[in-house]
């Protein structure tokens, strides 16, 4: 939040708690994505993610997907598709990863200082914020140059 150096600006406060989750990736290099919109997290909809991405992607294309160290990321019953390569990023690295910054962003213009009536305006929030990130937004805010090898 802008505020004057010294000011205490006042912000919505909401002290029950609530979780929405968003299983997203894009591809930085066209911002095309995918995401699942969900309550709470497992591997079952971690492993219907995974197949969604590589459903989109098409049987031409291997997906190599990166991740954090998230436990249903690395879950033993993960069904990850043979069309997909899954590259774990090194431990409290979240500068690496291209999604963090996404969560950030969406959270900073859309997320943040609002409370939620219920579960169903958590999710439904959730969505509107996603779909106001185009392709050409999703690459801006996901290129680095480890993935794309720009210099």
Not at 62 to 76: C, F, N, S, T
Request: aromatic fraction near 8%; include cysteine; charged fraction near 20%.
């Amino acid at each position: 939040m802008w505020a004057e150096r010294g000011s205490s600006p006042r912000a919505v406060r909401q002290t029950e708690y609530k979780w929405g989750y968003i299983f997203g990736a894009v591809d930085p290099l066209t911002g095309q994505s995918s995401a699942l919109i969900a309550p709470t997290v497992h591997t079952d909809l971690m492993s219907d993610h995974l197949r969604m991405i590589a459903e989109q992607a098409g049987e031409e294309v291997h997906v190599v997907l990166v991740l954090d160290g998230a436990g249903w990321h690395k879950a033993k019953d993960l069904v990850v598709p043979d069309s997909m390569t899954l590259l774990f990023l090194p431990p409290y690295s979240p500068e690496l990863m291209p999604m963090e910054r996404v969560w950030q962003w969406m959270r900073q213009h859309d997320l943040s200082n609002r409370v939620f009536v219920d579960e169903a305006a958590i999710d439904q929030a959730c969505k509107q914020s996603w779909n106001t990130l185009t392709a050409d937004r999703l690459q801006s805010i996901t290129a680095t140059s480890w993935l794309t090898h720009e210099n």
